[in-house]
């Protein structure tokens, strides 16, 4: 009966720490959760601004002296009694009035910066720089006072885009603000900008299936390929978007680029007209600038100020009709 117990005992103790192992034990870790990874969305590259949208940023004066320009060939300046706007290179010299007493403020381009001045009478007169706006990218200033009425200098003005001639009068009133537009660093940008999304356009243009040579290729005017007139002249530093060459079909011209202009900034075409340069409308088919006329000499631009690089295109050819 003893032995019975014992045995009962002993089982009790066997089932008990086995009971006790179990809830010692750590209960088994749920699965993990299903993740799924989703790649970052790439940012939408905005569309680059054309040469339309560049002049609708500018001031009201600047878009209304293009469409003079346009219509006339001429760069107006605007005056009011107290300021004046000039078109930076064209026509004669600014004339800023000046009065004792009383400073008159020149504004320049913002970005450039003065490196020196020359004043033609420097005792009798005072010409300050300043400067104002982001110090990372200033708006530079002239502050101009004579010392007596009745005088007239001149004062040339050099930065690192530009080289300003004025003439400085001392009269009864003074301006109170003269400041600049620039219509060649206009133009060159607005035709930067469309020659830009032109060559984007006919970059993602896909070609047709073994087309191998569609770059090298241009259609042209149904003419005689002997009537094709070649009479161009390419003058300029060897650049990347030096032409190889030029021709003309009777009603347009085809500026051949170079291979290297794809990996390079498009430049601006600009014609030459009245002693100045226009804007025209062309197009960007292949390798080739097509302009929509005949043209005696025009430029290709990239850059701005006197950082630009240009390559001149004549025509050398007889006379046209």
């Known amino acids: ?39 970052p969305r790439r940012a939408a ?26 219509r006339s060939g001429r760069w107006p300046a605007y005056k009011t009694s107290d300021a004046v706007l000039y078109p930076y290179g064209k026509g004669p010299e600014p004339i800023v009035d000046c009065a004792p ?4 403020d020149v504004q320049l381009g913002v970005g450039e910066t003065v490196t020196d001045l020359a004043l033609g009478d420097a005792e009798r007169w005072m010409a300050t720089p300043a400067s104002s706006g ?12 004579p010392q007596a009425a009745g005088l007239e200098t001149n004062l040339t003005i050099y930065t690192t885009r530009h080289i300003y001639h004025l003439v400085l009068r001392s009269r009864g009133r003074a301006m109170q603000e003269v400041e600049f537009y620039y219509p060649d660093d206009l133009l060159s940008a607005m035709a930067s900008a469309d020659a830009a999304v032109a060559k984007s356009k006919a970059e993602t243009e896909v070609d047709p299936p073994g087309d191998e040579n569609a770059d090298s290729a ?17 003058d ?13 079909d009777g009603s347009h011209v ?19 007209a009245g002693g100045g340069t226009q804007m025209v409308n062309y197009r960007v088919d292949g390798n080739y600038y097509v302009v929509d006329r005949l043209f ?8 701005v100020g006197r950082e630009q690089d240009r390559v001149t295109i004549a025509y050398a050819g007889a006379a046209r009709d």
């Open 1 to 39: 009966m003893k032995r019975l117990v014992a045995i009962a005992g002993a089982g009790l103790m066997l089932a008990g720490s086995m009971l006790s192992g179990c809830a010692a034990r750590p209960a088994a870790a749920p699965p993990p959760p299903k993740v799924a990874f989703e790649a």
């Open 45 to 70: 590259t905005p569309p680059s601004p054309t040469g339309a949208e560049l002049l609708a940023a500018q001031p009201a004066e600047v878009r209304e002296a293009v469409k003079q320009h346009e």
């Open 101 to 104: 007493l009383r400073t008159t």
């Open 134 to 145: 982001d110090p990372r990218k200033p708006t530079p200033h002239i502050a101009l006072k």
């Open 218 to 234: 241009v259609k042209t005017a149904a003419v005689d390929p002997s009537e094709l007139n070649f009479a161009y002249k390419i």
């Open 236 to 248: 300029g530093p060897n650049l990347p978007f030096r032409p190889v060459r030029a021709f003309d």
């Open 254 to 272: 085809y500026i051949q680029m170079g291979a290297a202009m794809k990996a390079s900034e498009a430049p601006a075409l600009l014609i030459a």
């Open 296 to 303: 005696d000499q025009a430029e290709l631009v990239a850059g």
